[in-house]
């Protein structure tokens, strides 16, 4: 069965700092990763993903994420973070089958002016 | 607009009556899908549609049934609402599964 782990549940960072989230995944085969933002009150944006050539991916306000096989892991970064990026964060690994995605817990960020 | 709906967006219910969500897309994508999230749980699949009447279970489908009649709408229907029902819902669609969820914005239900 695929499973997601976002160890961190909390995180703050001060503005203008870099940022990253990690994410674990476990998964039969070649995954298919996504990562979601979640602002308060608000649904799930789609960040970025990665399924298959270039492991570094970029995504939408300014994110990227490294996909790294050897470590079953999909980080997500951020250079320099601004108070805006300061919401939940979800990392997902989604299955062949319908395309069904598994969510990790979540990471909460906190950014500090 | 992402071209997803859910409604209502707020309900509150008793104990052991029947409810309805509703999700409705305009994006003519094949898949849907019905999450709940919960603090300190993430969203879990409650059930999903692969087509028109094609729906399978996910992994917290107990006390939960799903109709898919028409493309666009996938109903959620709780047969007889507990307090364990109380949640945020939300339904994704997703054109194929390269492609990521598009999220609606969610349906806050709570059961008293």
């Known amino acids: 069965a695929q499973s997601v782990t976002q160890p961190d549940i909390h995180i703050t960072v001060s503005e203008g700092a870099s940022l990253e989230l990690r994410c674990n995944y476990s998964?039969?085969?070649?995954?298919?990763l996504f990562w979601y933002v979640q602002s308060p009150g608000q649904g799930l944006q789609l960040l970025l993903k990665y399924f298959s050539g270039d492991t570094l991916v970029q995504g939408i306000k300014g994110f990227e994420a490294e996909f790294k096989r050897s470590q079953s892991s999909f980080n997500l970064r951020k250079p320099s973070v601004h108070w805006s990026d300061a919401a939940e964060y979800f990392c997902a690994v989604g299955a062949t089958n319908a395309g069904k995605s598994t969510f990790g817990d979540g990471t909460t960020l906190t950014v500090k002016p | 607009d992402a071209g997803i709906t859910q409604s209502p967006r707020h309900k509150v219910t008793e104990t052991g009556t029947p409810v309805t969500l509703r999700c409705h897309q305009t994006?003519?994508?094949?898949?849907m899908y019905w999450y709940r999230q919960d603090p300190g749980h993430g969203l879990r699949l409650i059930h999903y549609?692969?087509?028109?009447?094609?729906?399978d279970k996910g992994e917290v489908s107990d006390g939960y049934s799903v109709s898919r009649s028409k493309t666009e709408d996938f109903l959620l229907t709780l047969e007889s609402a507990t307090s364990s029902q109380t949640s945020v819902y939300f339904c994704a669609i997703s054109g194929g599964v390269d492609y990521g969820y598009t999220f609606g914005s969610g349906t806050r239900l709570t059961v008293v």
């Open positions: 549609s692969y087509g028109v009447k094609d729906t």
């Open positions: 998964y039969g085969a070649t995954p298919y």
């Open positions: 994006e003519n994508h094949r898949y």
